[in-house]
């Protein structure tokens, strides 16, 4: 029972504490990289509305939120997981890439983002996690 309880918490801090390091990072990349004149941010109908206008500097912090989101969540579910690490650090992983899919039916970033975004912010990264995590 006690394996059971630790990988029910490894996926609820993967999920929680790679979600903080995503939402954080978001939050600060206004700051890092200014947005365009007139971009309200935390608002999605302006981030539609300006995503064409985006510069490829204005795609790394979104990218570096959801790569290091992921690797963060996945290395603490493999962390702290009973048993199949593996498993729960992949888990985050494309429970973050259900999100990341999510995102990319929803917003019009250009294709080679979504592409790059999906294919190497999401599973790699938990793959890595377990990896990191697995070091002694």
Do not use: C
């Amino acid at each position: 029972m006690k394996i059971i309880l630790k990988n029910i918490l490894a996926v609820i801090l993967g999920i929680i504490i790679g979600g903080a390091v995503n939402m954080a990072l978001i939050m600060a990349s206004g700051s890092i990289i200014p947005y365009p004149e007139g971009f309200i941010e935390g608002d999605m109908e302006s981030l539609a509305e300006f995503i064409p206008q985006f510069e490829i500097k204005h795609f790394i912090m979104p990218f570096l939120a959801h790569a290091l989101g992921t690797l963060v969540g996945a290395f603490i579910a493999a962390k702290v997981a009973g048993s199949h690490n593996i498993k729960f650090a992949l888990a985050i992983g494309v429970f973050f890439l259900f999100g990341g899919i999510q995102m990319a039916i929803e917003l019009p970033a250009p294709l080679w983002y979504d592409v790059v975004d999906l294919g190497l912010a999401y599973i790699p990264m938990g793959y890595l996690g377990w990896k990191m995590a697995s070091r002694k």
